[in-house]
């Protein structure tokens, strides 16, 4: 979680310095990426770079996401993890071709999250954890194209049949949140065909240590995974023979 206190002044982003970090994706998309800056203010002049597929102002220290962040209506991803976000504009409701939205790691409560979220209708994925949410909006359950939520690291206690019922839900973490029963969130996992261990965490959004690390757990993972599959099986009593069949062969060396 982003920790309190006051920073140092966040750097300053004119539009020529964010035209430079305009990356074109592997599939031809345009993203803009401002994420570990130091940007204490949302940039505004970036809003005149509103024709970018994804925009990415993760692991910042933003307090606060203007209602005009709408103007990026062509926008597909957008990452704000890890800033100190409160509270999300209302017109991010009309972010409607918005697939990805990115939240977690902020100091969200519920209070904090508009109702009109429930107009991304096109969202697929939505990870709302490392927050301090005590409840989920039911409106959310209006998002039938979600395919993976992050609710983990909250401090939820129960989840709405809304959420747990989204037709094309995939992914559903609910970790380490205060469940009054310990099992009561593996009902809401069971619900979606019992997934286990789902982290709403790309690659893209790790430092260079953590997906080291998780690369490293993969990798040992896969390695026992294949001796376990491909290591012969020794035959129980391998060193034994059999002495009617065997004997005539071995008669010295018994003597």
């Not at 697929?124 to 301090?132: V, Y």
């Not at 469940?179 to 430092?207: G, H, M, Q, W």
């Amino acid at each position: 979680m982003a920790k309190g206190g006051k920073g140092p002044k966040g750097k300053k982003i004119t539009l020529n310095v964010a035209k430079n970090c305009i990356k074109i994706t592997f599939d031809g998309r345009k993203r803009l990426d401002l994420s570990k800056m130091g940007i204490t203010n949302f940039p505004k002049c970036i809003l005149r770079l509103n024709d970018v597929d994804e925009l990415d102002l993760s692991r910042n220290l933003i307090r606060k996401i203007p209602e005009s962040i709408s103007k990026f209506q062509n926008l597909r991803w957008l990452d704000l993890h890890s800033n100190y976000i409160d509270k999300l504009p209302e017109s991010i409701g009309q972010m409607t071709t918005l697939l990805y939205l990115n939240v977690s790691n902020n100091r969200l409560t519920t209070n904090g999250l508009p109702v009109e979220l429930n107009q991304l209708k096109n969202t697929r994925t939505l990870n709302l954890g490392l927050n301090h949410l005590d409840s989920v909006p039911t409106t959310l359950g209006a998002l039938k194209e979600l395919h993976d939520v992050g609710l983990h690291d909250n401090l939820l206690t129960t989840i709405p049949k809304s959420i747990s019922k989204l037709p094309k839900l995939k992914k559903l973490n609910t970790k380490r949140n205060p469940f009054p029963k310990a099992e009561e969130s593996d009902t809401f996992i069971d619900t979606i065909r019992r997934l286990d261990n789902l982290y709403l965490v790309e690659e893209k959004d790790l430092c260079s240590s953590c997906l080291k690390k998780c690369q490293q757990a993969r990798d040992k993972l896969n390695k026992i995974k294949n001796m376990a599959t491909t290591a012969p099986r020794k035959a129980i009593f391998s060193n034994l023979v059999s002495p009617n069949s065997m004997a005539k062969d071995s008669q010295e060396d018994w003597r």
